[in-house]
């Protein structure tokens, strides 16, 4: 699977942007998607993540309310809509996905478990 990221840029404090990371490959909808982030200087981290059925979408304390996350299996690509952007979400956004969990409603938030991921896209909030 080859995953593409997109849809990040320079927003304002309060405003919203809206990624997207589209996927090659047929096995993407058993798979679970994940999105992290890595700002300079700091660990990647986890942000969200959706199994393959959107049956469960775990998300980062730190996003949770302001985010969500979304996949459409037959356009294979998942989602992230950040509404109410702080500073403090300024990082290089990347998906990720999981094929150890194909048709399966656990989700992992380490970035290790991961093993396919896009290039990553760079999301800057002003304040």
């Known amino acids: 699977v080859q995953l593409q990221a997109f849809g990040g840029g320079l927003v304002q404090a309060g405003g919203s942007l809206r990624l997207s990371c589209a996927a090659a490959?047929?096995?993407?909808?058993?798979?679970?998607m994940g999105w992290f982030r890595q700002a300079p200087g700091k660990e990647r981290e986890f942000v969200a993540a959706?199994?393959?059925?959107?049956?469960?979408?775990p998300y980062a304390d730190s996003v949770k309310g302001r985010f969500t996350i979304s996949r459409d299996n037959a356009r294979k690509t998942v989602f992230l809509q950040m509404n109410s952007l702080k500073p403090e979400d300024t990082a290089v956004y990347y998906c990720?996905?999981?094929?150890?969990?194909?048709?399966?409603?656990?989700?992992?938030?380490?970035?290790?478990?991961?093993?396919?991921w896009g290039q990553g896209t760079q999301v800057t909030v002003s304040s």
């Open positions: 990720a996905g999981d094929s150890d969990r194909f048709y399966s409603h656990t989700i992992a938030r380490s970035a290790g478990t991961y093993d396919y």
């Open positions: 490959g047929r096995a993407f909808s058993v798979y679970a």
């Open positions: 959706i199994s393959w059925n959107s049956g469960n979408t």
